[in-house]
């Protein structure tokens, strides 16, 4: 995994909860990353077998931070995965995916439901692409919970990529969303539909994404439906 250098400056370890709970010592490498390559997840079928690119779907996610209906949201964005699969298999001359790697900024609200609803989901894994380096980007979280959160999504990552360093906050938003969006083939967004309050909002990442021909699946963020 790797781990922007402004989280940790002035060692090469650090102590991390595993997935399992154990907490184990791991060195990590400080790169400042332009370009990466994920870490495959490993295949459902055959020990140690690791998925190829054209076994895996990429999908990628944006959306709002604050949600109504939820559980109506959280049933769509589920629907929509399915869909974004069948799509897949439609276009993987190998057949049906079968690997599901998420893409997302881990913001609060739409970006976590997705990624848990696509972790459940057996040979799933996650990469992170954050608009900021890792502390000041979790100082963007009020409570402690969504901070706790956030590190032990971080922790189950991947891969951790920070995107280059830009002007202006909103500036970072947009190019981690536009990143995102080069390195999936599909996108869900949970969207109400209206233009982009800021700079980088979900409006702009869905335009960029129907720019680049990469199909969205929209669910309602007013509504729950799609």
Same mark, same amino acid.
């Given at each position: ?8 400056? #002035?060692?090469?370890?650090? &102590?991390?909860?595993?997935? $399992? ?22 295949? =459902? =079928? %055959?020990? %140690? ?8 779907? =990429? ?9 109504? $209906? ?6 769509? !964005? ?16 190998? %057949? ?19 990624? $848990?609803?696509? &972790? ?57 969303? #536009? ?7 599909? !996108?869900?967004? !949970? ?33 729950? $439906? =799609?």
């Amino acid at each position: 995994m790797i781990i922007d250098p402004h989280l940790f400056p #002035q060692s090469g370890q650090r &102590l991390m909860q595993t997935p $399992h709970k154990r907490a184990v010592h791991m060195r990590i490498r400080y790169e400042h990353v332009r370009h990466w390559t994920p870490v495959p997840p490993r295949r =459902r =079928r %055959g020990r %140690g077998a690791r998925c190829t690119k054209d076994m895996t779907l =990429r999908i990628g996610v944006t959306g709002h931070r604050y949600l109504d $209906h939820e559980v109506e949201i959280r049933r769509e !964005v589920n629907i929509a995965i399915d869909r974004a699969l069948e799509a897949g298999d439609a276009g993987h001359a190998t %057949g049906k995916p079968e690997c599901l790697i998420v893409v997302s900024a881990l913001a609060e609200g739409a970006d976590r439901l997705v990624v $848990h609803e696509c &972790l459940r989901r057996d040979g799933a894994t996650l990469e992170a692409v954050l608009p900021l380096p890792i502390q000041e980007y979790a100082n963007d979280f009020v409570t402690a919970d969504s901070r706790r959160e956030f590190a032990d999504l971080l922790a189950a990552a991947a891969s951790v990529k920070v995107a280059d360093v830009m002007p202006t906050r909103e500036q970072a938003y947009e190019r981690a969303g #536009q990143l995102m969006v080069d390195n999936c083939d599909a !996108v869900v967004a !949970v969207w109400d539909g209206l233009p982009a309050r800021g700079r980088g909002g979900t409006a702009d990442v869905v335009t960029y994404a129907e720019a680049r021909r990469v199909p969205v699946f929209r669910v309602d963020s007013r509504t729950g $439906h =799609r």
